[in-house]
């Protein structure tokens, strides 16, 4: 074994005292004992094989069922690393405070050791984990959402470059949970949890909060992005990541099937990634993509064979669901919006019986499946997975797509001015809460890139990261920013969205090649309402131009939303984004 990971490995045996530990090789045999182990002890339940091969379904408890941002922590040696986005703890007492916690925390039970690699094995993008945990969910989730295994140890070599990461369950005291990042020691420790985005460590914490780090240090960046390629009917492929705050149809947009009339001309969008893209400057200038990841971490409740065919078909075999109804009449699984038929015989994701109807004392429905129940499926389960997937030099990027849910401010559609009026449209990115969450309706949650929850340290350098790629790449993508969600006067979608947004793409795409003109505004460049294909859709040209409309007056309070925002970052703010927030303000006076 490598000696640096043989003594992160003893130093933490020691701490957490476990019974058992064991390597995990990656082979199908040791997967396979450890699937029997986990329903043998009723950590997972084995599902209806015939129709479900490979299933399996995982219930965690009520009081564990999502990412923890309040308990989430940037662990540096000083405040002003992490910046004002991030909660911070001074990373010596972190390490203290933490090891009392992990103290005999894996006592009576097995470590395993979990070596992987965010992006295909020996990949100029790679980089590699080791992760120690006490959860054999953790461990079998992994194996489906990154690369595992001996395969991993023998490209690490004798190389002290991986990052370190331990896990322990403990009690899943949820006052006791803590998912800590430690970018200037390349540690990730996450304790009192065992939900998925606190401890798959390599998807948020490895993949987005400490590649950040590492990629502001080397000089490439980490993003909180879906990959897709968009391939012409002449077999011309162009690729295009995009960013949207969680829960704003990342996987549906990456999974998208092009509206009849593209099929027809022979249109197809393949799927890089759904989540996370790491982007490097490539030998010719441009910058090229890959999606770390091996598998979708998907939200289950609304996915269904006509919001996303891809993704259903991709959780139809080797998948483990998390949290969703278990149908007892044939023993598969069930969420809200899977179909119009709820099962008869059903137990919800809390393990209750449930029906439909059901409501709870304050005669509130009771939900299936929780609305942040996951399934995690296999990429290459995906009827439209790119054959790039596994490049291992990764995709060159045309266009950079930000959006937001914002009701009536943004347009359809919008191309920034240049690569730093995109990163000022990125880093102004929002979304308003809607009334399927809790607490006050329209308020604009600010979301720079969708970092907000993922960036590893100081915002204002990330700002100033983004700009500086500028000076190293030649031939930079086009920036655009997209919003599905305008509504009308009832509070209706005016944009049908999901395989429609095509009809975008393809205007963006013809953007990049210099293919259509455009209308100038006060935020940047908006499409003629003639050049958004509208064959085949129930939309006038006159709710379209309305869908394009820029209203200043709504911008210039926005304005005063951003110039609120800015104030965080103090001098940290650069200076080319300050210009640009002038520049605007100019524009919406003229
Ligand atoms: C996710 C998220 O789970 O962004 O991908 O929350
Ligand atoms: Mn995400």
Redesign the pocket.
């Known amino acids: 074994m490598n000696k640096f990971v043989q003594k992160f490995v003893d130093e933490n045996v020691e701490l957490c005292q476990p019974e058992k530990v064991v390597l995990i090789d990656g082979s199908e045999e040791q997967l396979e004992a450890l699937r029997k182990e986990a329903v043998e002890t009723g950590e997972m339940i084995k599902l209806n094989q015939e129709l479900l091969p490979g299933c399996y379904l995982h219930r965690t408890l009520p009081n564990d069922v999502a990412?923890v941002e309040g308990r989430t922590f940037i662990c540096t040696e000083k405040q002003e690393t992490a910046g004002p986005t991030n909660n911070w703890l001074q990373k010596d007492e972190a390490y203290a405070m933490l090891k009392e916690l992990y103290k005999g925390s894996m006592k009576g039970r097995t470590m395993y050791i979990i070596p992987y690699s965010m992006g295909a094995v020996g990949s100029p993008f790679s980089k590699i984990g080791i992760e120690l945990t006490d959860s054999i969910y953790v461990v079998l989730n992994m194996a489906i959402m990154t690369r595992i295994g001996q395969k991993v140890l023998d490209q690490l070599g004798d190389s002290a470059d991986f990052v370190h990461g331990l896990h322990s369950k403990a009690d899943i005291d949820p006052e006791k949970r803590y998912i800590c990042q430690f970018p200037e020691d390349n540690t990730i420790m996450s304790i009192n949890s065992a939900y998925g985005?606190n401890v798959l460590q390599g998807?948020?914490c490895f993949a987005l909060r400490i590649a950040s780090y590492q990629g502001w240090q080397e000089g490439w960046m980490a993003e909180?992005m879906l990959i897709l390629g968009l391939k012409k009917p002449n077999g011309e492929k162009r690729y295009i990541a995009a960013a949207f705050p969680?829960?704003c149809g990342k996987t549906n947009l990456a999974m998208l099937i092009p509206p009849k009339e593209y099929l027809e001309k022979g249109y197809e969008i393949e799927t890089v990634g759904d989540?996370i893209a790491w982007i490097r400057v490539g030998k010719d200038g441009r910058l090229y993509a890959i999606n770390p990841e091996n598998g979708f971490?998907g939200?289950a409740p609304g996915t269904n064979a006509k919001s996303n065919p891809n993704a259903l078909a991709s959780t139809r075999k080797n998948t483990i669901f998390t949290n969703v109804c278990l149908n007892t009449e044939n023993n598969t699984v069930w969420w809200e919006g899977l179909d119009k038929n709820p099962p008869k015989n059903a137990i919800d994701w809390k393990g209750n019986p449930w029906h439909e109807g059901m409501v709870d004392e304050e005669g509130k429905p009771v939900k299936a499946a929780h609305p942040n129940s996951r399934f995690t499926a296999p990429a290459i389960n995906c009827p439209c997975i790119s054959p790039d997937f596994e490049n291992p030099n990764g995709v060159p990027l045309d266009a950079i797509i930000f959006g937001g849910r914002r009701a009536k401010t943004a347009p359809l559609v919008y191309e920034s001015k240049s690569w730093e009026n995109g990163v000022f449209v990125g880093s102004i990115m929002a979304s308003e809460t809607t009334a399927a969450a809790s607490g006050a309706v329209g308020v604009v949650r600010r979301d720079p890139m969708a970092m907000l929850p993922f960036c590893g340290y100081n915002m204002g350098d990330y700002f100033a990261h983004w700009l500086d790629m500028k000076g190293k790449a030649t031939k930079l993508p086009k920036i655009f920013n997209v919003n599905w969600f305008r509504t009308d006067e009832n509070g209706n979608f005016i944009w049908p969205g999901f395989g429609d947004n095509m009809r975008v793409l393809d205007w963006i795409i013809k953007r990049c090649e210099g293919a259509v003109d455009a209308t100038e505004t006060a935020i940047g460049y908006v499409p003629k309402a003639e050049d958004i294909n509208l064959n085949g859709l129930d939309i006038d040209i006159d709710t379209l131009k309305g869908l394009l409309s820029v209203d200043n007056d709504m911008w210039k309070k926005d304005v005063e939303g951003i110039e609120e925002f800015y104030k965080k970052f103090g001098d940290k703010l650069p200076e080319a984004l300050r210009a640009e927030l002038d520049a605007l303000k100019a524009n919406l006076n003229k």
Do not use: N, W
């Open positions: 990412r985005g998807k948020k909180h969680s829960a989540d971490f939200v």
